[in-house]
């Protein structure tokens, strides 16, 4: 039998905005078929390791290593990172004025596509292939006219983040609040459109501040984020006991120096 | 009064071999014409003057003044070929089509229509013995010589030219076609190219008008258009510069706008090293609208400046003006615009803006508006804005597997979208885009 080999290995990673530093020694392992959950209270660093491992930028990483399908991501361009089927679903999607929805994602797809030496899709049939993935969020098919996320709602603006995910086909996706400012009804079709893309090859990181989208998208590991580094791993019963007890109680096992709350 | 200097003289001396050779033909009002504006030119002069010269305070032309630009030797003639045009023709082949080369209309180039009741499509000189009524009563009267020294240089070698005339009534069938082609085979060569465009009461006319080259030489273009747009007429202008890069480019373009009447302008600038547009509308008369829309792409050392002067005369006007800029490079932009709101000139409605997208450190932008409001019940609204690409909406893109270069040219195409859709002529807003696309990577290289 041949073992699996991590989709994604994070080894202790460090990333500063400036000079101040906010992941602080980052580990973790995501296997094929795995879901993982990342939780946190806010300010911990969640939304900067998803930004890392994405390539924002704004962020610098001062050590530590990261190894997406055995490649070294942080030397990646962003555009390679997805190329090789990296996906963030972002937090905030951007509004992008003046650039519509349907050639942006088409663009998207065709970059991804000859990259693998796969076949580009014209208009028409990208066309097709977005109506067909529509439904799985249950978006509004006249939104994909219209220029990126400008005017959308919360729930359009993820919804159409998870369209992506379906079309792009990520082998990693992590998933930034997906949950946040969603309603039940929202987060309902959200989380089963994405359990529907799950494969025993792709893994999925959710990361989240309630474990309310959890009860959709079961994880098998919770790892708690605290102050820049993970203070506490679990099964899913961890998520429960945080959703009791709140965060507080985690942050007493760790060194507080110089440390927010 | 300035003084004339050396640098007139090229010019003065080549207008009696002008006035005397091919154009020798010409009515005696044009002739006569043409002699008080080389006089007005040689006693203006180019307006070089640093001091006190506020209209070119922010364009030195200078550089353009010191060039002993020629008229082309007409005996070498530019042969220039049907294919040639593609790169500056776009729309139908049923779209009657003017072309001039460096100057000198091109009746083979040229596409007219069997002439149909009520419009009338031709060369600028044919119209002087055709239609003199016309030509004696427009020509020169918006734009006049007495503007600066380059309407009246134009005007003193004022022969080949666009010629619409849209009578009473009619509507123009289609969009009017003007290229404008240098062809590159005359070094330091000036042309002046020249457009009347009359639309009488209730008619309707597009009108565009190109100006481009074949190939990246210096030369000077001189352009002057006039623009009448009678009572409920209806005219859209749309003029697209792509000059050479070593090209300078001066283009006045003077509209009036009566009762009623409509005057849609859009002007995109991509080329010359440098380019300076006068637009002048006036608002003739009650309920007239202008919509003037402008979009420049400068790169390298390009040097873009739009003067746009707008003159409410009549009450009840209303304007409305949208200047869009990128810049890269050491590129730098200008854009002037002035309102003016007549003391009787009441319920006047004027809204001008300027916006600029710098993706250089080293490229500026600026914008100095100013207003001239005598009448007291009226409403003027003034904004502008610069600004860079914005780093999150490119990692956006990047983050989706768009590679970086395509992410900006996404965007800076998404900046100039606004205008761009503005232009209510659907394969002139193609073209328009198309050209935007190509010509972003080429700012950034600095090989625009």
Redesign the interface.
């Known amino acids: 039998m041949v073992l699996d080999s991590p989709v994604l290995e994070v080894r202790n990673l460090w990333a500063s905005v400036g000079d101040a530093p906010i992941l602080k020694g980052v580990n973790f392992r995501v296997m094929p078929g795995e879901v993982h959950a990342i939780m946190g209270p806010n300010g911990s660093g969640k939304s900067t390791l998803a930004n890392v491992l994405?390539?924002?930028?704004?962020y610098q990483v001062t050590e530590g290593e990261v190894l997406f399908r055995g490649e070294d991501l942080l030397s990646m361009?962003?555009?390679d990172?997805?190329?090789r089927g990296f996906f963030?679903s972002?937090q905030h999607?951007?509004e992008?004025?003046?650039?519509r929805l349907d050639q942006?994602?088409r663009?998207?797809?065709n970059?991804?596509q000859k990259?693998r030496g796969q076949e580009e899709l014209d208009a028409l049939k990208f066309d097709r292939l977005v109506k067909s993935k529509s439904k799985l969020v249950e978006l509004d098919p006249t939104l994909i006219r219209r220029?990126v996320n400008e005017g959308f709602s919360g729930g359009e603006k993820k919804r159409t983040e998870i369209l992506?995910m379906s079309i792009?086909e990520p082998t990693l996706a992590i998933l930034d609040e997906t949950d946040s400012g969603l309603d039940v009804d929202a987060l309902r079709v959200v989380a089963e459109g994405i359990n529907q893309l799950r494969t025993t090859d792709n893994a999925v990181v959710v990361i989240t501040h309630y474990q309310r989208i959890l009860e959709y998208i079961v994880p098998d590991v919770v790892n708690i984020l605290s102050n820049g580094r993970f203070v506490k791993s679990g099964r899913r019963e961890l998520a429960f006991e945080i959703e009791a007890r709140g965060y507080d109680w985690l942050q007493e096992t760790e060194d507080r120096v110089g440390v927010g709350p | 009064m300035q003084q004339q200097t050396a640098y007139e003289t090229p010019y003065l001396e080549a207008f009696d071999a002008f006035q005397g050779g091919h154009a020798s033909g010409d009515p005696a009002f044009i002739q006569a014409h043409r002699r008080e504006a080389i006089e007005r030119f040689g006693a203006q002069g180019f307006p070089t003057a640093r001091r006190g010269n506020e209209a070119w305070k922010y364009t030195d032309v200078g550089p353009l003044a010191r060039i002993p630009f020629q008229l082309p030797d007409p005996s070498r003639g530019a042969l220039v070929k049907q294919g040639q045009l593609k790169t500056a023709s776009f729309g139908s082949g049923e779209w009657p089509k003017l072309v001039f080369v460096d100057g000198t209309y091109s009746e083979e180039l040229s596409n007219l229509p069997r002439s149909r009741n009520g419009v009338t499509i031709c060369n600028l000189a044919e119209a002087m013995t055709r239609r003199p009524e016309v030509v004696e009563q427009h020509l020169g009267r918006l734009a006049s010589q007495e503007e600066n020294g380059f309407t009246a240089l134009n005007a003193a070698f004022v022969h080949d030219g666009a010629f619409v005339h849209v009578s009473k009534d009619y509507a123009a069938e289609h969009p009017v076609l003007i290229i404008n082609l240098s062809s590159g085979k005359h070094p330091d060569s000036v042309s002046h190219p020249r457009a009347l465009i009359v639309a009488e009461e209730g008619a309707g006319a597009t009108v565009v008008e190109m100006h481009a080259s074949l190939k990246g030489s210096r030369y000077f273009t001189n352009a002057v258009t006039e623009v009448v747009v009678t009572p409920g007429a209806t005219v859209r202008h749309y003029r697209v510069q792509r000059q050479s890069p070593h090209a300078y480019h001066i283009a006045t373009i003077k509209a009036e706008v009566g009762r009623d009447a409509t005057f849609d302008s859009a002007a995109v600038d991509m080329g010359a090293s440098l380019a300076r547009n006068n637009l002048g509308v006036t608002m003739a008369g009650e309920e007239g609208h202008a919509a003037l829309n402008g979009l420049y792409l400068v790169g390298d050392a390009q040097h873009v400046d739009n003067e746009v002067v707008i003159d409410h005369a009549a009450p009840n006007t209303s304007s409305r003006e949208l200047y869009k800029g990128i810049l890269d490079g050491k590129s730098r932009s200008v854009f002037h615009g002035s309102i003016i709101v007549r003391k009787d000139a009441q319920k006047v409605n004027a809204s001008q803006a300027d916006k600029n997208l710098l993706l250089s450190e080293q490229a500026e932008a600026d914008t100095k508006p100013a207003f001239w409001i005598y009448a007291d019940d009226v409403k003027c609204g003034h904004g502008a804005a610069n600004g860079q690409l914005d780093e999150n909406a490119l990692f956006y893109l990047q983050a989706r597997g768009i590679d970086r270069a395509s992410a900006r040219t996404m965007l800076v195409r998404a900046f100039a979208r606004e205008i761009v859709q503005l232009i209510d002529l659907a394969p002139l807003r193609d073209y328009v885009d198309r050209q935007v696309i190509k010509v972003i990577p080429q700012l950034q290289s600095g090989a625009a």
């Open positions: 994405a390539g924002h930028p704004l361009a962003p555009e990172r997805a190329r963030l972002f999607p951007i992008i004025a003046g650039v942006f994602m663009a998207s797809y970059a991804v990259s220029s992506q792009l």
